[in-house]
């Protein structure tokens, strides 16, 4: 079982920035893929970004040039970089991964999420 935690969510004004983290612990032998994903108000969860093992990235085409999504696999750890934050980012931001853990089985796991409020 791979437990996620993230930090770094808040509140920031149109055009800021912020810094997700999400660390990665518990017992499995790698993970795979990891990502963030997010969900504003009445709406559905949507993938923002992921990136494997190899740093192969993958973006929404709404974040594309403003966000980077990348990983220290030796901290078990993603971040992703929020830059020219728009209202419409708001959202409650969710980090997952993908990992293999015994006996060689592919699981999925969910942080518990951390609220980013983009708002003057």
């Known amino acids: 079982q791979v437990q996620l935690v993230e930090s770094g969510g808040g509140l920031v004004q149109p055009g800021g920035s912020l810094r997700l983290s999400c660390v990665a612990s518990?017992?499995?032998?790698?993970?795979?893929?990891m990502g963030w994903y997010r969900q504003a108000p009445g709406k559905q969860r949507e993938l923002v970004a992921t990136?494997?093992?190899?740093?192969?990235?993958n973006y929404a085409d709404s974040v594309k040039g403003r966000f980077t999504i990348s990983r220290d696999n030796a901290k078990n750890t993603v971040y992703l970089q929020m830059n020219s934050l728009k209202p419409e980012d708001t959202a409650v931001y969710y980090c997952?991964?993908?990992?293999?853990?015994?006996?060689?089985?592919?699981?999925?796991?969910w942080g518990q999420g951390t609220q980013v409020t983009v708002s003057s």
């Open positions: 990136i494997t093992s190899g740093g192969s990235t």
């Open positions: 518990g017992s499995f032998f790698s993970i795979n893929a």
């Open positions: 997952n991964a993908e990992y293999t853990a015994w006996p060689r089985i592919t699981f999925t796991s």
